[in-house]
């Protein structure tokens, strides 16, 4: 193993103050919205499916844009390092000490670079998809991490919380994939048949560095 690529929502990044804002801005409970991306998730239906069903034509860019427009200040769907799970950081550092590749890529927007690098996470690279004009779970986009991280397929192991969207695809490019027990997507598809398909499912980043040393 050489190389260790993150997804970022709720593998890195715990998106809850996120969609409460999103709730707030919506004028629904906060309760009742998580309950609604449950419910769809459950159903198999895309998470944007919530937003629409509390406010039918939402569009995610329209409405970012809108709100940035009215309220300058906020940050709206944006994170920043007091989102971080507290795992991250000794996690990665411990990868980084072991001599590999650290590696941040997910289906992100563009200004998301700047919030993980203004981090100061310890990771070789931080990439977005947004930038590479791919997104998971296209497996031109684990060919771009291929490419980027310099490594063979079978020498990556990628991490995430989404079967569809991490492991699955992943795993079909030829690397390692880690299923992180956590957030909506995380303990769905940790209880579903495929994710014996995963090489490890973690409920902490911080096993990762044992079960690679493992590998060696």
């Known amino acids: 193993m050489r190389s260790v690529v993150f ?21 629904v409970p906060r309760l009742a919205f998580f309950g609604l991306m449950g419910g769809v998730m459950a159903r198999g239906r895309p998470l944007m499916d919530a937003f629409r069903l509390v406010k039918p034509g939402f569009r995610l860019e329209e409405e970012v844009a809108a709100w940035r427009a009215e309220d300058p200040g906020t940050p709206a769907d944006g994170f920043d390092s007091g989102d971080l799970y507290p795992d991250v950081r ?23 670079r700047a919030a993980l690098e203004a981090m100061d996470l310890p990771v070789d690279a931080v990439h977005v998809s947004e930038e590479w004009g791919l997104e998971k779970p296209d497996p ?20 995430g919380d989404r079967l569809d969207n991490d492991v699955l695809p992943a795993r079909a490019a030829g690397m390692a994939t880690v299923l992180v027990r956590r957030g909506m997507h995380g303990y769905l598809h940790a209880d579903d048949p495929d994710a014996k398909r995963a090489d490890l499912v973690a409920d902490s980043l911080t096993d990762i560095p044992a079960w690679i040393a493992g590998r060696r």
């Open 140 to 159: 031109a986009f684990f060919e771009r991490v291929v490419r980027e991280t310099g490594s063979a397929p079978g020498e990556i192991a990628y991490v």
């Open 7 to 27: 997804d970022v929502g709720e593998t890195l990044v715990d998106e809850t103050r996120i969609f409460e804002r999103w709730a707030d801005r919506l004028g």
């Open 90 to 112: 000794p996690a990665l550092a411990e990868l980084r000490a072991m001599g590999l590749n650290v590696v941040v890529a997910g289906n992100q927007p563009a200004q998301a």
